[in-house]
């Protein structure tokens, strides 16, 4: 499932702790915040590595699956997401910065 996985290096500590403390993988599956997260991501780079902490690693690189494959964020958001969260999350594109 994990495009490149075994392309990537290992993570910096600094970056494996932002990581821990950015992402609720404890208690979140990647899936949810993708359907309520990815609309504020305009780009996303913490795939581009391995970490350590296996779930850690796990969920980072399932969020990143979802992030880039086609429909993904869409399908999730229908799984997990009812539809006036949805619309909400589609009517927020056009509120500016």
Same mark, same amino acid.
């Given at each position: 499932?994990?495009?490149?996985? !075994?392309?990537?290096?290992p993570s910096p500590e600094w970056r494996e702790q932002l990581a821990a403390e950015a992402f609720p993988y404890k208690t979140m599956a /990647?899936?949810?915040y993708a359907a309520r997260e /990815?609309?504020?991501? *305009?780009?996303?780079?913490y795939g581009e590595y391995i970490y350590s902490d296996?779930?850690? !690693?796990?969920? *980072?690189?399932s969020l990143d699956d979802i992030f880039f494959t086609r429909g993904a964020v869409e399908a999730a958001r229908e799984k997990n997401l009812t539809r006036n969260q949805i619309r909400a999350i589609e009517a927020?594109?056009?509120d500016p910065f």
């Open positions: 499932m994990h495009r490149y996985l !075994n392309e990537y290096p /990647a899936e949810e /990815a609309h504020h991501w *305009v780009c996303f780079s296996r779930d850690l !690693n796990e969920w *980072v690189h927020s594109k056009y």
